[in-house]
């Protein structure tokens, strides 16, 4: 697919404050800059595997990012267009031919 035609079927933005710092109990204490990007997001609920726990959980949408982000965390702030900042849940890297394509993060 044409790179043109994948970010035709981006039409939101998203961002994504990964978090630099923690406290002395491993909770986050800052968030970095907000990192933007072009995104697909699809609200509708499906069973992902939580990085936290590893059980099965019911995240209420996805996030398709226009790019790879590699160093994602279940802390990190990610805020949908309308708003708000649903808890990221997990996320996957997409491959395509070239290797690795883009980044689907499930939120909660």
Do not use: C
Not at 24 to 43: C, F, I, M, N, R
Not at 96 to 108: A, L, R, S, V
């Amino acid at each position: 697919m044409p790179i043109s035609d994948w970010q035709d079927m981006m039409p939101s933005t998203v961002t994504l404050e990964a978090v630099p710092a923690r406290d002395d109990y491993g909770k986050p204490s800052s968030y970095a800059a907000a990192e933007t990007y072009l995104a697909h997001v699809q609200y509708k609920a499906m069973k992902v595997t939580s990085r936290v726990t590893g059980a099965d959980v019911v995240a209420s949408g996805a996030v398709w990012l226009n790019e790879v982000v590699t160093s994602l965390s279940v802390d990190d702030r990610l805020t949908l267009p309308d708003g708000s900042t649903p808890p990221i849940q997990s996320w996957d890297i997409g491959y395509d031919e070239n290797g690795p394509h883009h980044t689907k993060i499930y939120f909660g």
